[in-house]
């Protein structure tokens, strides 16, 4: 349930993020990365939510079919954010100088 929550929550950020863009403009961030960001989040939102609900469907009507998907997709999930912390890892000096020139 809280995955499924948590991905409510980041959808709805992603959302509010695109509608007020405008407004936001005090932040000292370019208009793009807003734009960006806000895809980003609601994509993301949209990808735990369904992924949550999935769980959440299968655990309730106790589908096989269901809870094997579910538990595919957080492991793939959870494989791809270990993939991007060890290349992180790796690149890490190139990795803090895009981040001291983006900031």
């Known amino acids: 349930f809280i995955f499924w929550?948590?991905?409510?929550?980041?959808l709805g950020v992603g959302?509010?993020?695109?509608?007020?863009?405008?407004q936001l403009s005090k932040i000292d961030v370019s208009h793009d990365t807003l734009q960006?960001?806000?895809l980003f989040l609601i994509v993301l939102g949209c990808?735990?939510?369904?992924?949550?609900?999935?769980?959440?469907?299968?655990s309730l009507t106790?589908?096989?079919?269901?809870?094997?998907?579910?538990?595919?997709?957080?492991?793939?999930?959870?494989l791809g954010e270990i993939a991007?912390?060890?290349a992180v890892y790796a690149?890490?000096?190139?990795?803090?100088?895009?981040i001291?020139?983006?900031f």
């Open 5 to 10: 929550a948590a991905g409510g929550v980041i």
């Open 91 to 98: 690149n890490k000096n190139s990795v803090t100088t895009s």
């Open 36 to 38: 960006t960001s806000a």
């Open 100 to 102: 001291k020139d983006q």
């Open 62 to 78: 106790q589908n096989r079919c269901m809870l094997l998907l579910y538990f595919t997709l957080v492991t793939l999930i959870f």
């Open 15 to 22: 959302i509010y993020v695109k509608v007020s863009v405008d």
């Open 47 to 58: 990808v735990v939510f369904v992924v949550g609900l999935l769980g959440c469907c299968g």
């Open 84 to 86: 991007l912390a060890i």
